[in-house]
């Protein structure tokens, strides 16, 4: 089991018979796997998995719905959001992330990455070497978008 980068969905080893999306031709994530499990369905393209009660990591079938991406995005991307602009303290490429997921107020994060390839390769750095590099975790600027 896995948490990647700022999603925190939990991705497990795909099962050989499980025809969903795989991540590395390995690992699927682990709702996607339940509800496929459950129902039968792959995600078409414009399709999403909500959890009901906004924890990425309970899996349950009971907290899972099957919506369009316009829907998902409506529920979780309400105007108002503030947004940062940061700096990759791996490798120093600028990105922008909604503030609450990042390590600014995610408390147990040390750092807020700009990609799953960079988060696999943060995981590989000693405690050390990742204490030099979060200096580097900057905010360029922080915004509203309304």
């Not at 369905?41 to 719905?65: C, V």
């Not at 390769?121 to 975790?137: F, G, P, V």
């Amino acid at each position: 089991m896995a948490l990647y980068g700022e999603k925190c969905y939990i991705s497990i080893k795909a099962p050989e018979e499980y025809p969903g999306k795989k991540y590395n031709g390995l690992y699927c994530y682990e709702h996607q796997y339940i509800w496929w499990l459950n129902t039968g369905e792959i995600l078409k393209e414009n399709e999403n998995i909500h959890h009901k009660n906004g924890n990425k990591k309970d899996n349950h079938f009971s907290n899972l719905e099957k919506v369009t991406k316009r829907e998902h995005n409506q529920r979780h991307f309400k105007t108002g959001i503030t947004y940062v602009e940061m700096k990759c303290p791996l490798c120093g490429d600028n990105f922008i992330r909604s503030k609450n997921q990042t390590h600014l107020v995610i408390k147990n994060r040390m750092a807020t990455l700009c990609s799953r390839s960079c988060s696999a390769k943060w995981s590989n750095l000693s405690q050390q070497e990742r204490i030099l590099k979060i200096e580097d975790n900057e905010i360029i600027r922080e915004y509203k978008e309304r």
